[in-house]
């Protein structure tokens, strides 16, 4: 077992009181270069992770944490049905910080704990796969990148679109010269969300723990339209469509075009489709510009599936030569006449609107993150190189909150000379709960 991974089996989460009576995995396993993993959030998106990862090579699932009881049922029967195990459960995801069995932690509970559950997990010295977005502000996004750097274990986000083949293929061939100079990109979502009502106060079901669902988040009564979905249209703990599908996209244009962060932001749009309680946007158009005359331009429409190029979510990027439209599925090149040149799909069936599975995409980003802990790969989304795309999208977010064109710093895409913006550059947190580096 390498020095990185006999480091991480002695070292325990700093605090009293946590200790749990877990079973003892590492007699068992039987090879030294076995990922033992515990993954938190495993009521949708979390549980399709859970199969991925107890299916994948060297890993092996040995803690299930989610505040519902409902949801560790259904992540341990996952798990079950996979390899006739059944892992450990428990409401308390720090519990499983406190093993020295776990090696890594899956994060895929809401936004407002990405960054603060990850900050915890690399205290207690294990690696992180964290869902998309990495965090619910930007000063978390700092806050964890930092933590990565000082610890040296693998922190990956969950964009899987960087270990698609087909796209490191062609982007490789897009930074070579493929479409000339590759100066603008479009980014989009659109589907069918229906309305989600009006708010729910009803006293705290029994399978819940709610103070530990709020976690970093100020207190309030329990409210059932929050849980377990429509949090995500709530600034208090979500991040709106942008951050919750956008990432991917914008991803993917930034990663074509080589940016980093945009020197100015604009966003418009509102809740349009429906009269409820729904926060964020269900119709946005969020324009970043940067340096050395490069766009991208995002199109998100949550209640509207019209699609773009017979596509629900894509990025095409424009180029002086041509362009080039990449999904989950593969790539399309063309001239500049809009004339097909040649395609190619993944050898594998990904899936493209379906938010609670990645298909083939998801099984090639985890495997390369177990290979990162056992043998060092590079990871394809390191927490590092996968930041800058959360920022961005968290300032289109920004930009529409505040009603105002950002002018921003493009090392690190702080706005400049907005006091309005730079109040949600970080946010309010429950007494005791702020993560800190």
């Known amino acids: 077992m390498s020095n990185r991974r006999t480091f991480i089996k002695k070292t325990a989460l700093a605090g009293a009181g946590l200790s749990l009576g877990l079973p003892t995995y590492g007699n068992v396993m039987g090879a030294n270069d076995r990922v033992n993993v515990a993954v938190f959030g495993t009521n949708s998106r979390g549980n399709s992770l859970v199969g991925t990862f107890a299916g994948a090579k060297d890993c092996e699932v040995i803690g299930i944490g989610d505040v519902d009881t409902r949801a560790i049922a259904k992540g341990q029967q996952t798990v079950m049905e996979k390899t006739e ?107 069918s969300r229906g309305p989600i009502g009006e708010h729910k106060p009803e006293p705290i079901p029994e399978w819940l723990d709610w103070e530990l669902w709020q976690g970093p988040a100020p207190r309030q009564d329990f409210d059932a339209l929050l849980v377990h979905y429509n949090w995500h249209w709530f600034w208090k703990y979500g991040t709106g469509e942008l951050l919750n599908n956008g990432t991917h996209e914008v991803d993917m244009c930034r990663w074509a075009l080589g940016v980093e962060f945009p020197e100015q932001v604009t966003s418009s749009g509102g809740r349009f489709a429906y009269d409820d309680a729904w926060e964020a946007y269900d119709t946005q158009l969020a324009s ?13 429409r949550s209640c509207n599936a019209m699609p773009i190029w017979n596509r629900g979510r894509g990025a095409m990027i424009y180029g002086t030569e041509g362009s080039v439209l990449m999904d989950r599925g593969g790539y399309i090149v063309y001239d500049l006449k809009g004339n097909e040149l040649r395609q190619e799909k993944e050898a594998a069936e990904s899936v493209s609107m379906d938010v609670t599975g990645g298909g083939n995409l998801d099984e090639l980003h985890i495997a390369n993150f177990i290979r990162g802990i056992n043998s060092d790969e ?21 930009a529409q909150r505040t009603n105002s064109v950002l002018e921003c710093d493009t090392t690190t895409g702080k706005p400049k000379n907005n006091e309005a913006a730079l109040a949600l550059w970080k946010r309010q947190y429950e007494p005791g709960w702020e993560p800190v580096v």
């Not at 890594?104 to 992180?128: E, F, N, Q, Y």
């Not at 970043?288 to 998100?300: C, E, L, R, S």
């Not at 590079?378 to 920004?398: E, K, R, Y």
């Open 85 to 191: 195990k059944t892992p450990e459960g428990d409401q308390d995801f720090r519990r499983f910080l406190d093993n020295k069995d776990v090696d890594a932690v899956v994060i895929a509970t809401p936004d407002h704990w990405h960054a603060p559950m990850a900050i915890m997990a690399l205290d207690a010295g294990k690696h992180v796969y964290v869902e998309k977005p990495c965090s619910q502000n930007p000063h978390e996004g700092e806050l964890l990148v930092a933590k990565q750097g000082k610890t040296g274990l693998k922190v990956q986000m969950g964009n899987q679109t960087r270990s698609s083949v087909t796209l490191n293929k062609v982007v490789k061939e897009i930074h070579d010269g493929l479409i000339g100079n590759a100066y603008a990109g479009k980014a989009w979502y659109a589907a």
């Open 288 to 300: 970043f510009k940067f340096p050395d005359g490069k766009h991208i331009h995002w199109d998100g």
């Open 378 to 398: 590079a990871l394809n989304s390191d927490i590092a190189s996968a930041n800058p795309s959360v920022t961005i999208c968290h300032l289109g977010n920004m």
